[in-house]
């Protein structure tokens, strides 16, 4: 994955051997993919390469899933984060229906002390 400092190394994303950055002699390749992911949405792709034979050879494959840094970015799409923002969403939920019985149980018993 290329970095945006152009003095720092970088690896390959198919062999993963180091690459010396361009200013440093390299002879880096970089490409900006977008296509559909494995699971169907659209995507971006970041990704560097030592030669040209691998750059080819990674663009004949099919598209990996984008980087993680992608998921800290974009909103969670996966059924594990679906799943926990629901519960999240009951606990709240769940939360404010107490509150409300609290209330009432407090209103209740001022009214009816008197
Ligand atoms: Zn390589």
Avoid at 14 to 23: E, V
Avoid at 73 to 81: F, I, L, V
């Amino acid at each position: 994955m290329p970095e945006n400092s152009a003095d720092e190394q970088w690896t390959c994303d198919l062999c993963g051997r180091a690459t010396p950055s361009p200013s440093e002699g390299g002879t880096a390749l970089t490409l900006e993919v977008s296509g559909r992911r494995p699971d169907g949405e659209w995507g971006d792709w970041y990704v560097g390469f030592c030669t040209q034979e691998h750059a080819a050879e990674w663009l004949s494959r099919p598209l990996p899933p984008p980087p993680g840094s992608d998921d800290a970015e974009a909103p969670p799409t996966s059924w594990a984060d679906r799943a926990a923002l629901t519960g999240c969403a009951l606990v709240l939920l769940g939360l404010l229906a107490l509150a409300i019985l609290g209330a009432w149980t407090a209103a209740d018993f001022l009214l009816h002390r008197t």
